[in-house]
């Protein structure tokens, strides 16, 4: 085989990863074409440069492959566009300096039979954030961390579990009403807490980590995208400023998180920063973000980083935000149009219609 026949056959084979994920039904092999988009732009983009510095454009295949590869290259740069530092920020950047009305929020999924334990407590310790969400933890993650950091995290929700969906969160701002919820499988959690930011000021959180569409744990994506809309929805009706944290194992640019986005009237911290990939630690080429941060209009980002390497197959996240909600009025999202509230009805009810996601 030679090299444009190679080309010609990588360019196909772009099309059809390209127009997969299109298709909005729920099946895992479909939504798992949601994610490599990054790397479809690298590989379509240097299958572009090489085929015309290569190849005279003549016939009417050579024309036909040109326009299939470069139409493949635009849809993916535009994906991942937002999420680079070429774009704009959607979160602005703080304006004030550090005062008491900012938040520091470290969210690990410290993947549940890691044995490396302190490496995670070591990178809470030089960071030392508001708010720390765990994620994957059972009762053996549990007390190792509180044995470490729980005199300086009064306030707590806290859910081990053996099941790799145990969660808890720790805080030293009060929590009020905290609670535990289970809105679409009865063995994964939510948490939903109101967060005192100060005497006068309070937000409203929610921490959420549902299955992935995998074979290994859901063949479908059906209570992903259900609980991800649950949220949606009552992040758009709180009458209070919004945090939403967790591993939504879904990334930032796919469908479902864009309308989780739009639905819920939230902001994405990583637009205009970076892709910040999460997932997976331990492969350099196959990273995808799927660990997030969603706020209202009313927080602004003073730093967005990656945590160090704990062993986890996912890095953790540290992101300092300050709260002002005077300037809300600068980056206020458009409401969803009645469309988009349609289909995240249908998504938190479980269904999802036979559709394209243009």
């Known amino acids: 085989?030679?090299?444009?026949?190679?080309?010609?056959?990588?360019?196909?084979i772009a099309i059809v990863l390209t127009l997969v994920p299109l298709i909005a039904i729920d099946y895992w092999w479909i939504r798992m074409f949601d994610f490599p988009h990054i790397q479809l732009t690298v590989l379509t983009f240097t299958a572009m440069i090489t085929y015309f510095m290569r190849f005279d454009i003549k016939s009417w295949q050579d024309h036909f492959f040109a326009f299939a590869?470069?139409?493949?290259?635009?849809?993916?740069?535009?994906?991942?566009?937002?999420?680079?530092?070429?774009?704009?920020?959607?979160?602005?950047?703080?304006?004030?300096?550090?005062?008491e009305r900012d938040i520091s929020i470290y969210t690990a999924n410290v993947f549940q039979e890691n044995k490396e334990k302190d490496a995670v407590i070591a990178d809470i310790i030089t960071r030392d954030p508001d708010v720390l969400l765990f994620l994957e933890t059972n009762k053996d993650w549990q007390n190792h961390i509180e044995?470490?950091?729980?005199k300086s995290y009064p306030y707590t929700i806290l859910e081990p579990l053996p099941n790799t969906y145990g969660m808890l969160l720790y805080s030293k701002k009060k929590l009020i009403d905290p609670k535990i919820k289970y809105l679409v499988d009865d063995s994964i959690p939510s948490f939903h807490t109101k967060l005192l930011l100060t005497p006068t000021d309070t937000v409203q959180v929610y921490t959420i980590h549902p299955t992935p569409p995998m074979p290994q744990h859901n063949p479908s994506s059906s209570d992903r995208d259900a609980e991800m809309m649950k949220i949606a929805n009552m992040s758009r009706a709180s009458k209070l400023p919004v945090l939403v944290i967790g591993d939504f194992n879904d990334v930032a640019w796919s469908a479902t998180t864009s309308l989780?986005?739009?639905?819920?009237?939230?902001?994405?911290?990583?637009?205009?920063?970076?892709?910040?990939?999460?997932?997976?630690?331990?492969?350099?080429?196959?990273?995808?973000?799927?660990d997030h941060i969603f706020v209202s209009s009313e927080f602004r980002v003073i730093q967005v980083t990656l945590g160090k390497d704990i062993h986890s197959d996912h890095f953790p996240t540290f992101t300092h935000l300050s709260f002002e909600p005077e300037l809300a009025y600068l980056q206020k999202p458009q409401p969803p149009?009645?469309?988009?509230?349609?289909?995240?009805?249908?998504?938190?009810s479980g269904v999802r219609k036979l559709e394209l996601d243009f």
Not at 1 to 12: C, T
Not at 147 to 150: G, S
Not at 337 to 348: F, G, V
Request: net charge positive; aromatic share 16%; hydrophobic share 45%.
């Open 260 to 290: 989780f986005e739009n639905v819920g009237e939230l902001l994405d911290v990583r637009k205009g920063r970076g892709f910040y990939n999460t997932f997976n630690a331990n492969s350099f080429l196959l990273r995808w973000p799927l």
């Open 337 to 348: 149009s009645e469309a988009e509230l349609q289909r995240a009805k249908e998504q938190a």
């Open 1 to 12: 085989m030679n090299l444009k026949n190679f080309l010609q056959i990588f360019g196909a």
């Open 147 to 150: 044995k470490h950091v729980l």
């Open 69 to 99: 590869i470069i139409g493949c290259f635009i849809f993916q740069f535009v994906k991942i566009y937002p999420y680079t530092p070429f774009a704009p920020y959607v979160v602005l950047n703080s304006t004030p300096e550090k005062s």
